[in-house]
């Protein structure tokens, strides 16, 4: 189980521009759970993964995944345990590199560093084939520079690259959001299929209501640093953006001001 209590996470403390992103958030994860969260700007849905991951340190508050307790780890000593998939496709991926040498750094996230050849030819038969279960024909691009590939391939690759080593919690960043309507379908789909297949825990934050509701099997809606709304099962089987939209009103007592949150969706459901 993956529990994150009582964190808060406070940016620049005692001057003018206090801000708190994160104020006393309790969330349990069941192993195999997929939870989507969705907010206006400045709710704090990508300050909280940054909190998982250790990029930034919670002012109070802890992280644990099982028996680990997180809190203390550095951000590259919980990359053993985390897989992450950032908004910028550039962001997961060395352009310089090939495609087989990124899935080969990858698989040896968290390991101790050593030399050692690069990818293996009986390593080359197993990505190949984990390549060609995207379906994007990257199996037949092992050799090309990562830099060659359009941003929906790459988003893919990183994914991927992510999941290679079966990761206690799966982090995604919005990591649809940079990328063209078709490609964003693609990227999404192939999100809900691995997670299932590889029977993940997976946090995504994402801007679109629409995805919020299509994938995973439970959604958070988050203001001004807390957990406003939590909600899975047959309840929200049945919900529609409408519904979310009203439901954010009724909990934190005002219409929801994020125009890229409404347009998205509207996009997303024209393009369905």
């Known amino acids: 189980m993956i529990r994150l209590e009582g964190l808060r996470k406070v940016f620049y403390p005692g001057t003018v521009n206090e801000r708190v992103a994160i104020d006393r958030v309790d969330l349990r994860l069941k192993p195999g759970d997929f939870v989507t969260i969705i907010g206006s700007n400045g709710a704090g849905k990508s300050t909280l993964l940054n909190l998982v991951a250790g990029t930034y340190r919670p002012d109070a ?3 644990w995944l099982g028996d680990i307790h997180l809190t203390p780890l550095a951000e590259h000593q919980r990359a053993r345990y985390l897989g992450r998939v950032f908004q910028d496709p550039l962001a997961g991926t060395a352009a310089h590199m090939t495609v087989a040498e990124n899935l080969a750094m990858a698989l040896r996230r968290g390991s101790p560093r050593r030399l050692c050849p ?7 038969r197993a990505l190949r084939q984990r390549l060609a279960s995207l379906g994007l024909g ?5 050799d090309w520079r990562v830099g ?35 490609a964003a379908r693609t990227v999404l789909h192939l ?5 299932a297949e590889e029977h993940l825990t997976a946090l995504m934050v994402t801007h679109n209501m629409e995805e919020a509701l299509q994938v995973g099997n439970r959604t958070i809606m988050m203001h001004e640093g ?11 089987r049945r919900l529609g953006v409408s519904d979310l939209l009203r439901l954010f009103g009724q909990h934190v007592g005002q219409p929801l001001a994020s125009d890229r949150m ?3 969706s509207a996009a997303a459901v024209s393009a369905v």
């Open 226 to 236: 807390r957990i406003v709304y939590d909600v899975s099962g047959e309840l929200r």
């Open 191 to 195: 999100t809900a299929t691995l997670v």
């Open 262 to 264: 409404i347009l998205g």
């Open 138 to 142: 990257l199996e037949d691009r092992l």
């Open 148 to 182: 060659l590939l359009s941003g929906g391939q790459r988003q893919a690759l990183t994914l991927l690259m992510a999941i290679l080593t079966r990761p206690q919690l799966l982090l995604l960043d919005e990591h649809t959001a940079a990328l063209d309507p078709r």
């Open 61 to 63: 508050g802890e992280v």
């Open 118 to 124: 690069g990818v293996t030819r009986a390593g080359r």
